[in-house]
């Protein structure tokens, strides 16, 4: 069965700290993202990628970064967490651009909580 | 620039009603693909159905049925029957390229369906 696996379910950390949400797909997908979710506003595009060591940014990228250095993984990087980034981080993946549409797989989620 | 828009915040029905959620989207792509997504309270975004831009038959899988309309940009998913289980938060998406060159999911604000017994 197709897996995207995000290392932690909770997560608590200080504010100023720095943290990492991992993330990892096994199924040879080219594309990964970054998604937050908050009530009321959706899921909003953080980062993406779609190839190793490539990075674009969505629709909210301040105050976070990624790192791509395997196909399978790809983490998403608080430089210095703030209690405005206490939210569910959800890590997608799917296949190549050109095939559109082709199904995103999602991970479980990270409940981050900044204190 | 693409948009989605689930205008319906929560939806409160008794068991055994219908119930349709509303999903309008924005795009200039020609070629795109629409997603409804549900999410339990577990949490895990569950996959229900894509459609292309192309294909603007109407679906029905059991008691979703999902109603395309490009001349209104509205993509609306009607639960026959509802039930307890159907309860949890109901994404629409919407995956084109944009002016970004790039394939990329664009998600509503979501529609919270309540089915009380």
């Known amino acids: 069965d197709v897996k995207v696996t995000q290392s932690s379910r909770y997560l608590v950390k200080r504010t100023g700290e720095k943290v990492f949400l991992e993330c990892v797909q096994d199924?040879?997908?080219?594309?990964m993202f970054w998604y937050r979710q908050d009530p009321g506003l959706g899921l909003r595009l953080i980062y993406f990628?779609?190839?190793?060591?490539?990075?674009e940014k969505g629709d909210i990228p301040e105050g976070y970064s990624v790192s791509r250095e395997k196909k399978e993984r790809f983490s998403l990087i608080l430089e210095s967490a703030s209690t405005n980034q206490t939210s569910m981080y959800l890590c997608?993946?799917?296949?190549?651009?050109?095939?559109?549409?082709?199904?995103?797989?999602f991970g479980s989620g990270t409940r981050l909580t900044v204190v | 620039a693409q948009k989605v828009t689930q205008a319906q915040t929560e939806i409160s029905v008794v068991e055994k009603e219908d119930v349709t959620l509303d999903c309008v989207y924005e795009?200039?792509?020609?070629?795109?693909?629409l997603f409804w997504y549900k999410q339990p309270p577990s949490g895990e975004l569950v996959f229900l159905i894509r459609r292309n831009s192309f294909d603007e038959q109407n679906e029905i899988s059991g008691r979703y049925s999902w109603n395309f309309q490009k001349s209104t940009s509205s993509f609306n998913f009607t639960i026959t029957a509802s039930q307890v289980v159907d309860s949890a938060v109901y994404f629409c998406?919407?995956?084109?390229?944009?002016?970004?060159?790039?394939?990329?999911?664009?998600f509503g604000t979501g529609t919270r369906l309540l089915v009380s017994p």
């Open positions: 795009t200039r792509d020609t070629t795109y693909y």
């Open positions: 990628s779609y190839d190793v060591k490539m990075k």
């Open positions: 997608a993946s799917s296949l190549s651009p050109g095939t559109s549409g082709d199904g995103y797989t």
């Open positions: 199924m040879d997908h080219e594309n």
């Open positions: 998406a919407l995956s084109g390229m944009g002016n970004t060159g790039f394939q990329k999911l664009v």
